[in-house]
């Protein structure tokens, strides 16, 4: 009994750096979802390499439960309530994310997806109108839609997938109209079309980062659009609804009479590459989680990150190439094991003035 008193009264007078950080991140997306399941291996093997207690729950990609995960965290008695917690701002729910969080002394962190322009208008940044709002992290996304469309032009006019009018025909699947990060690739996208006269833009669908719905869309996209031999997609599952509408409807076989091209690093997407049914494929992106708990560590033991700005966008995506592919494979195509991000902490590595928060550096 002395013993286990002893131990307690050490505990409440250790101070809070001293503390295991406990962070709730609130996944969205599906518990069997490649993109969101990579996104939470890696967000584990991090938290683990600094010694922190991630809890997380999945959303299934249904915006009430993610509100209702939410209020749950924030109802908690006081000391069992995190002390972070991590949101995404998908399908615009991150302005009410933050309303349930405030006030409530749990410190709320934006990743992957922050506010948009329009919401930043009518509700601040952060450590404003939201005072526990204390900053957020994004991949810059318009570099995964302009970096695969110029390479997947550049596929097409290697292959001479020209229409009859001597251009390059591209249809768009795009994830959604209202997440920041759907919406940035979608102008790195155009702005990689804006850039090529040799390339019509025939049309851009929403198939809200379903394979099913993608494939649905494709569907009616090869009968508008029959001179297209180009697909550019937001997401790896989106590509592969496409080409199934493809195969289904004879039209035509990935990357041999028409070119795709996607985002996010599945092992599937990864080994469409090195086969070459994926024209380009970028990713690296689902290490912003991780690298958000290696600023949220920095903070919670003094080192705010407010020094570098308390909205960060930061290059993730890489263009991988077959051979990136493979060596992507064997180094995380068993887990997440053997990440660690303790190399990017500037409290654990005070010659550390910048945060280095790319992928490729991780092969």
Known sequence: MFLRRWLLCCMCCLPLWAQAQTIAFINPGKKDEPFWRTVSESMHAASRSL??????????????SVFNIAKAIAARPAAERPDYVILTNDYGTGPELLRIFDGTGIRSFMAFSTLTTPERVQHGGPREQFKDWIGSLEPRAQDAGYLTAQALMAKGRAMRAHGPDGKLHLLAIAGDRSTNSSIQRNEGMQRAVRQAPDVVLEQTVYAGWSR???????????????QARLVWTGSDLMAFGAMDALVAAGAGQPGRTVWFS????SLQALQSLRSGQLAALAGGHFIAGAWALVMLYDYHHGRDFASEGLELERPMFTL???????????????GFDRLDVRPYSKVLNPTVQRYQFGFAQLL
């Open 320 to 334: 991988f190439t077959p051979a990136m592919a493979r060596r992507y494979q064997q180094r995380f195509g068993q």
């Open 262 to 265: 996607s985002v996010n690093t």
């Open 212 to 226: 099913a719905k993608a494939q649905e869309q494709m569907g009616w996209l090869l009968q508008r659009h029959p």
């Open 51 to 64: 010694g922190m207690r991630l809890e997380e729950q999945f959303a299934e990609r249904q915006h009430l």
